[in-house]
């Protein structure tokens, strides 16, 4: 199986055996809480299309303090602390965020389009050329579970 993308930290590795199935930046609040930053590129791949080499040296917790039995869980590497990937305990998608865990962000494709935009936020409207939507794009279908 080829890789397309490689992160993670020197304990545990990611890798990305496909292209991202959504590849969006991110306004929402659980993001800006987790990453502290305005905005958060974000790459969705199919649950098998993305494998890690040592998941027994990961350390899961709630994505969403504000969610915590949601379906997210945000892995860390128990060695270093280092932001690995998010995990869906439903097993449809699992997550990258190219800057923070461990990639080579300018490898991968720019995000698509804005999701989770809202006015009350405070701050303008993205005006990049790229779709800015409330949500996930509307065309976007989780995958079933693997």
């Known amino acids: 199986m080829s890789v397309h993308y490689q992160g993670g930290c020197d304990h545990v590795h990611v890798q990305a055996h496909a292209e991202p199935i959504d590849n969006h930046e991110c306004h929402c609040n659980v993001c800006k809480s987790v990453t502290g930053q305005h905005t958060t590129h974000v790459a969705f791949f199919n649950y098998k299309d993305l494998s ?28 270093c602390g280092a932001a690995l990937m998010l995990d869906d305990k439903v097993k449809r998608i699992r997550v990258a965020v190219p800057n923070v865990m461990g990639y080579d962000d300018s490898a991968f494709p720019k995000a698509d389009y804005h999701a989770f935009y809202d006015d009350s936020k405070g701050y303008d409207k993205p005006d990049d050329g790229r779709p800015v939507y409330e949500g996930l794009r509307p065309e976007f279908s989780w995958p079933n579970p693997a």
Do not use: I, S, W, Y
């Open 52 to 79: 890690v080499d040592h998941p027994e040296k990961m350390k899961r917790q709630p994505f969403n303090a504000d969610n915590p039995d949601g379906p997210l869980e945000l892995c860390t590497c128990l060695d």
